[in-house]
């Protein structure tokens, strides 16, 4: 998967004039920050991933932490702990960017997203909804704006 540490600027979706900000773009070997996530901030984020906003997903990623936990993978490059989608949330001046690994690794690797983020979840409207659709657009976030760059076939079998 593709690393970003935690509110570095994200060119995943190539360079474009919008500030996102990476969240939870984790890489084994990288530092992982840890601690307590209110359970509110989790709950609230699944909810937000059950069916998120943005572009066709393009390319999977999986975790590569899991191997702390469980080694390899026997199953080839595949494995259960793996998602496609990203999840875009509003926030003061900026947009979060998380891929939707982000709640396994809250769940099973202690991770903890940087408390703006946090706070971000918790203050953004209902998914999909208008007062959300609104607030990405007023930061410039548009489906058209989001054109993905060609994943390379490196990436595209998740590493
Ligand atoms: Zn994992």
């Known amino acids: 998967?593709?690393?970003?540490?935690?509110?570095?600027?994200?060119?995943?979706?190539?360079?474009?004039?919008?500030?996102?900000?990476?969240?939870?773009?984790?890489?084994?070997?990288?530092?992982?920050?840890?601690?307590?996530?209110?359970?509110?901030?989790f709950e609230q984020l699944r909810e937000l991933l059950r069916d998120p906003w943005g572009p066709v997903p393009f390319g999977w990623h999986d975790?590569?932490?899991?191997?702390?936990?469980?080694?390899?993978?026997?199953?080839?490059?595949?494995?259960?702990?793996m998602g496609s989608k990203n999840v875009f949330v509003p926030g003061d001046a900026k947009i979060y960017v998380a891929p939707e690994l982000i709640l396994h690794y809250i769940d099973q690797h202690g991770y903890a997203p940087p408390a703006e983020f946090r706070?971000?979840?918790?203050?953004?409207?209902?998914?999909?909804?208008?007062p959300y659709l609104q607030a990405i657009l007023n930061l410039g976030l548009t489906h058209k704006t989001l054109l993905p760059t060609q994943p390379d076939s490196e990436n595209a079998r998740c590493s």
């Not at 899991?66 to 259960?80: D, E, I, Q």
């Not at 706070?119 to 208008?130: E, F, G, N, W, Y």
Request: hydrophobic fraction near 35%; aromatic fraction near 12%.
């Open 1 to 41: 998967m593709t690393y970003f540490p935690d509110l570095s600027a994200c060119d995943y979706f190539g360079s474009i004039d919008i500030p996102l900000v990476a969240i939870g773009w984790l890489e084994n070997g990288r530092p992982v920050p840890t601690g307590e996530v209110p359970e509110q901030v």
């Open 63 to 81: 975790c590569d932490l899991c191997v702390y936990r469980y080694g390899r993978s026997k199953l080839g490059t595949f494995r259960n702990t």
């Open 119 to 130: 706070q971000a979840v918790l203050d953004c409207p209902t998914m999909r909804s208008v």
